[in-house]
């Protein structure tokens, strides 16, 4: 319980639940990454202290989502009890149900040849059958009911999205890596870009020093031939890419930068890009991975 005179916090809970195989688990990524706090599995008699500690958060855990797994009727009668603790704390939490016809449920059962969690040894059909009717209260409370049926994993993650996301949440942030080719590619990135078409400073004698960030490499990179131009078209470019990306729910997207040793061309490239893309109104952070390894 909270302490006298501590703050209270007003908390925005989301429980997610539904038939199992309906897309509890891309529900609750999609929540994640919308930047909700997201427990699975969640005993329904820990939702009010979980309540509590998101109050006592400091206004860090503002948004907290849990998934709820109803299997039995013990497990359901404790979610009762829960629901009823929280509206007595002041708290309304919002259900979101997932559902999807019998024979989509079946099928995607049948696809990964997992049993049903309540079939037993008996169908999948009869464990669909009993899961539908122990939850059927529970639905007719649900706020929000989606039925997965016809949808893919892109389809759900847009439905939640409009749902329970906001304006900044669907922006997108770009990690901007500078590398070394001979040091290997980065594994995560998304796009990929060669800066060895410009003149290496690393055989000017008094640039080898320095790295991409120092004015003078920075300078002597950005004035060779045709790097202006790359530079424009590709800011374009990623203008066009970066809308995409956001359309179809891809927040977080890495360009990697590379040059032979991570630590002239593709420093001040990215630094360059990095600043162009955030005068375009794009997130944007930058990494060198490999500066300093030489």
Same mark, same amino acid.
């Given at each position: 319980m909270t302490e006298p005179g501590e703050p209270v916090l007003d908390i925005s809970l989301v429980i997610i639940t539904g038939m199992s195989g309906a897309g509890r688990s891309t529900a609750? $990524?999609?929540? *994640? #990454?919308?930047?909700?706090?997201?427990?699975? $599995?969640?005993?329904?008699?820990?939702?009010?202290?979980? !309540?509590?500690?998101? &109050? &006592?958060?400091q206004g860090s855990v503002p948004r907290i989502a849990a998934v709820v797994d109803v299997r039995g009727r013990a497990f359901f009668d404790s979610l009762r009890g829960?629901?009823?603790?929280?509206?007595?704390?002041?708290?309304?939490?919002?259900?979101?149900?997932? =559902?999807?016809?019998?024979?989509?449920? !079946?099928? &995607?059962?049948? $696809?990964? /040849?997992?049993?049903?969690?309540?079939?037993?040894?008996?169908?999948?059909?009869?464990?669909?059958?009993?899961?539908?009717?122990?939850? /059927?209260?529970?639905?007719?409370?649900?706020?929000?009911?989606?039925? +997965?049926?016809?949808k893919n994993v892109h389809e759900l993650r847009a439905e939640v999205d409009r749902a329970f996301g906001s304006a900044a949440d669907e922006s997108v942030t770009m990690t901007v890596v500078s590398f070394g080719y001979k040091y290997g590619l980065p594994v995560d990135a998304d796009l990929v870009v060669d800066c060895r078409f410009l003149p290496n400073p690393h055989w000017v004698p008094e640039l080898r020093p320095f790295t991409g960030t120092d004015p003078e490499?920075?300078? @002597?990179?950005? +004035? /060779?031939?045709?790097?202006? *131009?790359?530079? #424009?078209?590709? +800011?374009?470019?990623? %203008?066009?890419? +970066? =809308?995409? @990306?956001?359309?179809?729910? %891809?927040? @977080? !997207?890495?360009?990697?930068?590379?040059?032979?040793?991570? %630590?002239?061309?593709?420093?001040?490239?990215?630094e360059e890009l990095g600043s162009r893309l955030r005068k375009a109104g794009i997130q944007v952070r930058v990494v060198h991975r490999d500066m300093g390894r030489e």
């Open positions: 609750a $990524n999609a929540m *994640e #990454d919308a930047g909700w706090f997201v427990v699975d $599995n969640l005993p329904p008699e820990l939702l009010p202290m979980l !309540v509590e500690l998101g &109050r &006592r958060s829960a629901l009823a603790e929280l509206d007595g704390r002041g708290v309304v939490p919002r259900i979101m149900f997932l =559902e999807a016809s019998d024979e989509a449920l !079946v099928r &995607r059962f049948e $696809n990964v /040849r997992r049993p049903h969690p309540l079939q037993g040894d008996a169908r999948i059909v009869d464990g669909i059958a009993e899961e539908r009717e122990l939850l /059927r209260d529970l639905r007719g409370r649900a706020d929000l009911v989606i039925d +997965t049926s016809d490499v920075s300078a @002597y990179v950005l +004035t /060779r031939p045709g790097a202006v *131009e790359f530079l #424009d078209g590709y +800011t374009d470019l990623l %203008k066009v890419v +970066t =809308e995409g @990306y956001r359309t179809e729910r %891809k927040r @977080y !997207v890495t360009l990697a930068v590379g040059c032979t040793g991570g %630590k002239h061309r593709s420093v001040a490239i990215a």
